[in-house]
């Protein structure tokens, strides 16, 4: 909805459906002439697949209920081959919103299996799977390198206002993150309404 020469346009709206999911292309962008290490945006999931965080607004983003669907692994890992032949990069970076621990296993094995050679990136919650050392194995070796998570507040009885719902224990996974050689960015949040001061003492040497 905006306004026009003093009147309101309200635009029509159409979700995107899965049958119009589609690899990104990056054809007649100068991708030779950026500065610094180069990474293809990538993306396996279209919303979020959690979407109910009290102070998020991404999920809106996505029509009802924030989450459209995921596309096939088989279609991601033929894009990230697609894209890296054509542009001579080898480094991606994933948009979605979170990355879903069961479709991007399968994803890693894909990579595997087809030997393709690269590195990634990409935004997880602290779901318990990505705390399981042989799952990390799995896409580390598939070439993941660094997740970005949402800790928000350290864990605490406050830390339920936010309404993550996620059963990941935090100091566990960074640990076992950094035993699998993938680097972790942690997000934080101070100030959110009733939950007092907060710290991230708990999580010690991490």
């Given at each position: 909805?905006?306004?026009?020469?003093?009147?309101?346009?309200?635009?029509?709206?159409?979700?995107?459906?899965?049958?119009?999911?589609?690899?990104?292309?990056?054809?007649?962008?100068?991708?030779?002439?950026?500065?610094?290490?180069?990474?293809?945006?990538?993306?396996?999931?279209?919303?979020?697949?959690?979407?109910?965080?009290?102070?998020?607004?991404?999920?809106?983003?996505?029509?009802?209920?924030?989450?459209?669907?995921?596309?096939?692994?088989?279609?991601?890992?033929?894009?990230?081959?697609?894209?890296?032949?054509?542009?001579?990069?080898?480094?991606?970076?994933f948009a979605d919103e979170a990355l879903h621990p069961t479709l991007f296993r399968k994803i890693a094995e894909l990579l595997r299996e087809e030997n393709f050679v690269c590195e990634f990136e990409g935004y997880a919650r602290f779901e318990p799977l990505w705390s399981d050392r042989e799952f990390l194995d799995v896409v580390a070796s598939s070439g993941l390198k660094k997740v970005y998570l949402g800790l928000e507040l350290a864990p605490s009885k406050s830390r339920t206002l936010l309404n993550k719902a996620d059963k990941g224990d935090a100091v566990e996974t960074l640990e076992n993150l950094r035993a699998a050689g993938i680097r972790a960015h942690v997000f934080c949040m101070f100030g959110f309404p009733g939950t007092g001061a907060s710290s991230l003492s708990d999580l010690g040497h991490v």
């Open positions: 909805v905006w306004r026009d020469r003093g009147g309101l346009v309200s635009n029509k709206t159409k979700i995107l459906d899965k049958r119009d999911f589609a690899p990104p292309s990056f054809d007649g962008l100068p991708l030779d002439e950026y500065w610094g290490v180069n990474y293809l945006p990538q993306i396996a999931s279209r919303g979020c697949y959690y979407g109910k965080c009290s102070f998020c607004a991404i999920p809106y983003g996505w029509g009802n209920g924030g989450f459209i669907g995921h596309g096939s692994p088989e279609q991601v890992v033929q894009s990230m081959k697609s894209a890296s032949l054509q542009h001579g990069i080898h480094n991606f970076k």
